[in-house]
């Protein structure tokens, strides 16, 4: 099923355009992520549901972007439903199982936990149509922000998360941010194999006696804008800790 996807009106250098919601209209109407509370995206949620309350929103994790827009959905429809998965209870919010179904619009999801990116990140899995409702686990265009454990990140958890995407073998991945992805299961192996890639890189360097970060920053991601060099220094902090995890440093 082609979902209802709108923008959630909040363009920018990490959001892209601008964080995709996702509407499930039916029987229990749903959104798979809330926004930020952004007027025109609750215009366009409210002319879909034609007069119809939202029940229910799904968060795929508690990242501002895909969550912050909780109270203005909760304004407008306030019996709303809020869901996420949480390690201890939330004022305002229900929490989310492992395995666990979910309603929306007229059929179930599966939750689908998958740590790495954020700890509390979770995918929305349509096993009929094979439909991944991925969040920030993947894009069409970009690789992934995957901090250390100290921004909430865990690369050998988020590395396990993609293995478990995969096994999944979904059909199209509909992500928060940019287009939908057609070979999901080509892009999940592609995220793998470019994450091996860094890490063997970044092992060289501290085979090499190079183990100062920004050093290896530097050698690592030479032909890389140094714009970026801020989020490569936290890809390479969530390497190293992983290289430490696995005892290989
Ligand atoms: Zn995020």
């Given at each position: 099923m082609t979902p209802i996807s709108l923008n959630a009106g909040n363009p920018g250098t990490w959001t892209g355009p601008g964080n995709n919601t996702y509407l499930f209209d039916g029987a229990e109407p749903t959104l798979i992520d809330a926004g930020v509370g952004n007027t025109d995206h609750l215009d366009a949620i409210a002319s879909r549901l034609n007069g119809r309350a939202l029940v229910r929103v799904l968060v795929t994790h508690g990242h501002p972007d895909h969550a912050s827009g909780l109270p203005a959905l909760r304004q407008r429809w306030p019996s709303l439903e809020a869901r996420k998965w949480m390690s201890a209870p939330e004022p305002g919010w229900q929490g989310l199982d492992d395995g666990g179904g979910v309603r929306a619009g007229d059929t179930w999801l599966t939750v689908v936990h998958t740590p790495?990116?954020?700890?509390d990140h979770v995918c929305f899995w349509e096993p009929e149509a094979r439909d991944l409702y991925c969040g920030d686990m993947m894009t069409a265009t970009t690789t992934i922000l995957v901090p250390p454990a100290a921004g909430g990140g865990s690369l050998k958890a988020y590395l396990a998360s993609l293995q478990r995407l995969i096994d999944l073998r979904p059909a199209i991945a509909w992500p928060g941010h940019g287009p939908e992805i057609s070979r999901p299961v080509d892009r999940l192996q592609e995220y793998l194999r470019h994450r091996a890639e860094r890490e063997s890189q970044v092992k060289a360097c501290f085979d090499a006696g190079l183990t100062d970060i920004d050093r290896i920053v530097a050698r690592v991601?030479?032909?890389?804008?140094?714009?970026?060099w801020p989020a490569a220094r936290l890809t390479v902090e969530a390497l190293l800790e992983k290289l430490s995890e696995d005892g290989q440093l």
């Open positions: 790495g990116h954020a700890v991601y030479a032909e890389t804008p140094r714009s970026l």
